[in-house]
């Protein structure tokens, strides 16, 4: 069984630039959420992805944007970046309906703005 | 507006010794709660959970334990090693179904 996978495992962007980060699910989940932590804090709920469309939101603006594929896969997106946008951006991946809340992470994504 | 609270960034432990995290909520809605490890440069792994029907819940060195008219939790590790120094994470599944995170605690087990 594949776990979660996060591409790209760096990067740095300018400020008011766009990005782009990718993730796999575990192979048999069909729900992605993804979080940002900030140094020092724990990880924020950004929001999740379910049979393609949103299911649920945290406190972020819309310039945060996701899309997820019928392969269970997910995109986060985010448009005009801020210095504060640094983080480490986590996915995980579940599967909705099992009661045991089984989400499993990747190991992020840091972004640096500069 | 901060609904599962870790107070203390930090605890150090001797090798052999009990460890005991501690994690506040505000949200009595809540019903099921979890503690996940976190080493460097990888992804948070889940440890143990405990539903809000129970009071405690033991997996080898791990214990859990949730008081709700208090709402807080506590995880026990007997004996800490120091390959158990990580950052710890309390986590409570919110009515849709998502993690609400702490803030974490550093501990360090010293050999």
């Known amino acids: 069984e594949t776990g979660v996978t996060q591409s790209p495992t760096h990067l740095i962007k300018t400020r008011g630039q766009q990005v782009t980060l990718r993730c796999s699910s575990q192979s048999g989940h069909n729900t992605v959420s993804w979080y940002q932590q900030a140094l020092g804090q724990g990880p924020q709920f950004i929001f999740q992805?379910?049979?393609?469309?949103?299911?649920g939101r945290g406190n972020f603006p819309p310039r945060f944007s996701g899309l997820q594929f019928p392969n269970y896969s997910s995109e986060l997106n985010v448009n005009a970046l801020e210095l504060d946008d640094s983080a480490l951006y986590l996915c995980?991946?579940?599967?909705?309906?099992?009661?045991?809340?089984?989400?499993?992470f990747g190991s992020g994504t840091r972004l640096t703005v500069v | 507006d901060q609904q599962v609270k870790q107070n203390s960034p930090s605890l150090s432990v001797q090798e052999g010794r009990i460890s005991i995290l501690n994690c506040d909520y505000t949200?009595?809605?809540?019903?099921?709660f979890l503690w996940y490890k976190k080493y460097p440069a990888e992804g948070p792994t889940f440890l143990i959970s405990?539903?809000?029907?129970?009071d405690k819940n033991e997996d080898g060195r791990f214990t859990v334990f949730l008081n709700k008219s208090a709402k807080h939790l506590s995880l026990h590790i007997v004996p800490s090693q120091p390959g158990d120094s990580a950052v710890y994470f309390c986590?409570?599944?919110?009515?849709?179904?998502?993690?609400?995170f702490g803030q974490g605690t550093e501990l360090s087990v010293k050999p």
């Open positions: 949200n009595s809605m809540f019903d099921y």
């Open positions: 992805y379910y049979r393609e469309e949103e299911n």
């Open positions: 995980a991946s579940s599967f909705r309906g099992q009661g045991n809340y089984g989400y499993t």
């Open positions: 405990i539903s809000s029907i129970k």
């Open positions: 986590a409570a599944i919110n009515q849709g179904g998502k993690l609400i």
